[in-house]
């Protein structure tokens, strides 16, 4: 149980507030419900109502993604759990609780949000109809809004999701007493918002006659406690694989970069060398547009920081020379080891054309937003929140002739991955070092 105070638990509890700010809610989905009403009237979308629509339905797609690998994610804790009860061990118990925090705020989201895409196009049929058709330039599939309604209006699905919220109810006490908590205690507080929703929730199964089973939950009781947990990775996993079908590779298949090519390509790489790549399955890249779809800063080799004058914070166990990358994902901006940022199926790697001082200087700079939440609104005007590319951005910009133009994607100013690749190259202030898995699996 020493575990679950893990990495594995930090980073899944930071994902999830990420996405808390950027999944769709009623209140800031205003200008498209005044569009679906007056598109279903009119009997079709205009260009610009139909670009909003699709930019939120993309949105809630990938926030929908994360949420769910985030609940998979935490599935292998669930082996580290004793038989039986424990009541007296407070330590384990709040580890539970810590565990059970992030898997249900995730679910309360999934739920909440799908809940405001079924109320926009329920009983409008113009809408149904436009959010069920493909759209390459985000990946989205044909009939993808009909996979959403039908998950929420799943009984089997619906009743993993009320049995988490009935040990919701019971275990209130236990979950507010985490509130401060440094790991989960801004989940706490959005669990605490989300009171009246389940309050409406409830109504509803009991209107399918879904009895609460209270009385299994209201001890500390590890089996309960088992069963709840079990459930919300089975309401998980089957989303993820439903999602998955029409985009991954048969099953098995591992990544397409392997060892072999890692180690061809560590001697190539220099500090500051940008690294775009692509996951050909990853949830969190469906919905983006375009071939390439994230960005990491390569540190360089601690040899080669001392060299530059490059200095890592000195943080709790961290290993200097296994930190060799800065890269934004869902679980914000940290730096990472080589295999971890390199577990892909293709990537691309940029090198700045600068002098040393430059370099160093620009990673440096990166550095100082080390431990920042991931941003999944994509909005370049504030640095409180960063996205991938929007490392790369606020690390190079104005270093020496290198500038970036920030364009509009999905309503917000930023700088996509192909964006990136195209405004560096065309500038001349950087050069393409190697590529893998565009055309052929090997280094060219």
């Not at 999944?23 to 670009?51: C, K, S, T, W, Y």
């Not at 406690?225 to 590779?249: D, N, R, T, W």
């Not at 970036?404 to 100013?413: D, M, Q, S």
């Not at 195209?422 to 052929?440: I, M, N, P, R, Y």
Request: net charge positive; charged share 30%; with cysteine.
């Amino acid at each position: 149980m020493e575990k679950l105070g893990s990495e594995l638990v930090a980073r899944a509890a930071r994902a999830v507030r990420s996405v808390a700010s950027a999944i769709p809610r009623r209140d800031n989905m205003e200008q498209e419900l005044v569009d679906a009403e007056v598109a279903q009237q009119r009997g079709h979308f205009l260009p610009d109502e139909n670009e909003r629509l699709c930019e939120i339905f993309a949105r809630y797609l990938s926030a929908r993604g994360i949420l769910l690998e985030v609940v998979a994610s935490i599935e292998p804790i669930l082996d580290q759990l004793p038989d039986g009860t424990n009541q007296n061990n407070e330590s384990e118990w709040q580890c539970c609780m810590r565990t059970y925090i992030i898997g249900f705020t995730a679910a309360a989201m999934l739920v909440r949000s799908a809940t405001y895409m079924v109320s926009l196009a329920q009983n409008r049929s113009v809408v149904w109809k436009k959010l069920d058709e493909a759209e390459p330039r985000f990946g989205i599939p044909v009939k993808s809004f009909t996979m959403v309604y039908k998950n929420l209006g799943s009984a089997r699905r619906m009743y993993r999701f009320h049995e988490a919220m009935t040990f919701y109810e019971v275990h209130r006490d236990d979950i507010k007493a985490l509130s401060d908590d440094p790991l989960v205690g801004e989940l706490v507080h959005i669990l605490a918002h989300e009171e009246q929703f389940f309050e409406t929730r409830k109504r509803k199964y009991l209107q399918k006659k879904w009895g609460y089973r209270r009385h299994s939950f209201k001890r500390r009781h590890i089996s309960g406690y088992k069963k709840v947990m079990f459930h919300l990775f089975k309401l998980s996993g089957s989303a993820i694989a439903e999602m998955k079908q029409p985009f991954v590779k048969p099953k098995g298949q591992g990544k397409r970069v392997t060892k072999t090519t890692l180690d061809a390509l560590r001697p190539m790489l220099m500090a500051g060398d940008v690294i775009i790549t692509r996951h050909d399955d990853a949830l969190s890249n469906l919905f983006l547009p375009g071939f390439w779809p994230h960005a990491a800063l390569y540190l360089g080799e601690q040899q080669e920081r001392d060299m530059l004058g490059v200095v890592l914070a000195d943080r709790d166990n961290r290993c200097l020379e296994a930190a060799q990358f800065l890269e934004a994902k869902k679980d914000g901006v940290l730096v990472r080891p080589f295999e971890e940022t390199l577990l892909v199926d293709a990537f691309m790697v940029i090198r700045p054309r600068l002098e040393h001082k430059q370099r160093a200087q620009a990673l440096n700079r990166a550095l100082t937003h080390e431990g920042k939440l991931y941003d999944f609104m994509f909005d370049f005007r504030k640095a409180d929140r960063l996205a991938c590319t929007e490392v790369i951005y606020r690390s190079y910009h104005g270093i020496g002739p290198i500038t970036f133009e920030l364009r509009k994607h999905t309503g917000k100013l930023c700088l996509s991955a192909e964006d990136l690749i195209a405004q560096a190259l065309d500038s001349g202030h950087f050069e393409k070092v190697v590529e893998f898995g565009v055309d052929t699996n090997v280094l060219t």
